[in-house]
């Protein structure tokens, strides 16, 4: 039944063709912080040929969907939200090792052991709780660079590098931008080079092909994990912040298409009263239009290589976002644009566009307050939307909990988020809302979350209507006590704070021994519903 319907929805919408390339049936899987993870040739932190283990035990569990945060460059940031690039990934996820076992040029035999050394350096801060990011980033670069220098005479005369090189068209001004940070510091709005260019290029040559590099390196990576996802069938689900950092390269290359003046955030709300700021530029759609979206075909052209479907992070920000002027604070902003009824066609005419650039479907994360119209235009363009499980509500009636039988098809459900506290730690705080939970299922009133309560609840989840079910694999990990930890500990991040537990968290457990676990795997199929 699930498929007729789902064949006449898509077909009549404009992502029909996107929609040709995901098997129609429902989906499950996990989403991952790739710092969080590890295995036991990782380097601190979680590192791209992670991932295919991972896709190992998501073969093992039944899912068919393995979701990442973003794995764009930050700078040094921990948080992946706030890039550096749309494009460029991030180089702390390379792994080493990997290298190591198949460089890409031959290694005299003090190079060898020299990166041997880093190496188990590296292994030596693989089970701490968090990622330390400074040592991590140091000790990499620190392996990179002496790589670099190994193996790139060989490495630029490859057929494969010269085609990256040539196909990759941001990598220029990306690395002449990081190179730029390096030598000037501060704000680029402060450099003399107003723009990237081919004499300071020459000027820099060696530091360039480093970081061009550096970028074949990751991109080669992840391409990897591609062909191990495609083999096993299982889709990759990226994630594309909708904004970038002030201080990256994309605005210092193109900023003709960010306003010169005010910040992005978000209004006061329950969780915030004062509002967020988050420091971001904000787009000027208008320019963008005009130069045929060439800046955002880029990015999705980059993340297509690596993924099969991708988030839309903060759906709503393409239609109207919040505003805050230069020396205002964030509940003094106001959405942009200023007249609603500009919101839907500049949302609709953004959304097609990026439709036209790839073939990746887009999933929106369509939380918070949202107009009607919004979520109508979603369905029509068969864009899938969100749903988390506490959240949805009757909010306008008796604000009592939407039975997820009720939930739309173009639709993800999920138990938690990056931004949310996790299962327990909601359950455990926020006592009133898990009663009535439990009463709207019958269940008997529990104080604490238990396994099995834990289960059941994953179990609704996974069993609602929507087309793709989607948790947190720290949410999974609890199904057996042995891997239970405090909620406060796993939270991946706390909005609108600045703190060394966001973005830090790793998971305490190795992949390896997931894989082995008869055991959980069981507790997590069981979670999936009977075909």
Not at 156 to 178: C, G, I, M, N
Not at 222 to 231: I, T
Request: some cysteine; overall charge negative; charged content about 25%.
């Amino acid at each position: 039944m699930i498929q007729s319907d789902l064949n006449a929805i898509v077909s009549a919408t404009s992502a029909a063709d996107h929609w040709k390339r995901i098997p129609l049936r429902p989906h499950h899987g996990s989403v991952v912080p790739l710092f969080s993870i590890y295995t036991s040739a990782s380097c601190g932190i979680g590192e791209y040929p992670d991932l295919i283990p991972l896709l190992g035990l998501s073969e093992s569990c039944g899912w068919s969907v393995l979701q990442l945060l973003p794995l764009n460059a930050t700078g040094g940031g921990a948080s992946p939200y706030s890039s550096l690039s749309g494009c460029a990934l991030n180089p702390i996820h390379l792994g080493l090792q990997s290298l190591l076992d198949k460089p890409h040029a031959p290694l005299s035999p003090d190079v060898t052991n020299s990166l041997k050394a880093i190496v188990e350096e590296g292994k030596g801060i693989n089970r701490t709780q968090r990622v330390d990011y400074p040592t991590v980033a140091e000790l990499k670069e620190r392996f990179l660079r002496l790589y670099h220098s190994a193996i790139f005479a060989v490495l630029r005369e490859s057929d494969t590098y010269k085609a990256f090189l040539a196909s990759h068209p941001w990598l220029d001004s990306y690395a002449q931008f990081v190179t730029l940070k390096a030598i000037r510091g501060g704000s680029w709005r402060e450099w003399p080079e107003a723009e990237p260019s081919s004499e300071f290029a020459q000027a820099h040559r060696d530091e360039i092909d480093y970081h061009q590099c550096v970028q074949y390196l990751c991109f080669e990576q992840m391409r990897r994990v591609k062909r191990a996802a495609d083999q096993r069938g299982i889709l990759l689900k990226g994630d594309l912040p909708i904004l970038v950092d002030r201080e990256s390269a994309e605005v210092w290359a193109n900023r003709q298409d960010f306003l010169p003046n005010g910040r992005a955030g978000a209004p006061p709300d329950y969780y915030a009263p004062e509002g967020q700021d988050w420091g971001f530029p904000l787009y000027d759609w208008k320019q963008i239009g005009e130069e045929g979206f060439a800046l955002w075909k880029q990015r999705l052209q980059a993340a297509e290589e690596l993924y099969h479907l991708y988030r839309l992070d903060h759906f709503v920000g393409f239609f109207r976002i919040w505003s805050i002027p230069d020396g205002h604070s964030a509940k003094e902003g106001a959405y942009f644009p200023a007249d609603e009824r500009e919101w839907l066609p500049q949302g609709e005419m953004i959304m097609r566009h990026l439709l036209s650039a790839s073939k990746m479907l887009p999933i929106a994360e369509d939380l918070g307050t949202v107009p009607d119209e919004v979520r109508q235009m979603m369905r029509q363009m068969g864009i899938c939307g969100t749903k988390v499980l506490r959240w949805e509500r009757r909010w306008k009636g008796d604000q009592g909990f939407i039975p997820v039988e009720e939930y739309p098809l173009l639709s993800l459900t999920t138990v938690s988020t990056h931004d949310s506290s996790l299962l327990r730690q909601w359950w455990e705080e926020e006592v009133e809302e898990a009663r009535l939970l439990e009463e709207a299922q019958g269940w008997v009133e529990q104080e604490k979350l238990t396994p099995q309560r834990r289960k059941e609840i994953l179990q609704l989840a996974h069993r609602s209507r929507s087309l793709f079910h989607i948790d947190l694999l720290q949410e999974y990990l609890p199904l057996c006590e042995r891997y239970a930890t405090s909620d406060e500990s796993d939270r991946i991040n706390v909005p609108g704070t600045i703190a060394a537990t966001n973005w830090s968290a790793r998971l305490p457990v190795a992949i390896e021994t997931l894989l082995a676990d008869e055991e959980w795997i069981g507790q997590v199929r069981d979670l999936l519903p009977k075909m």
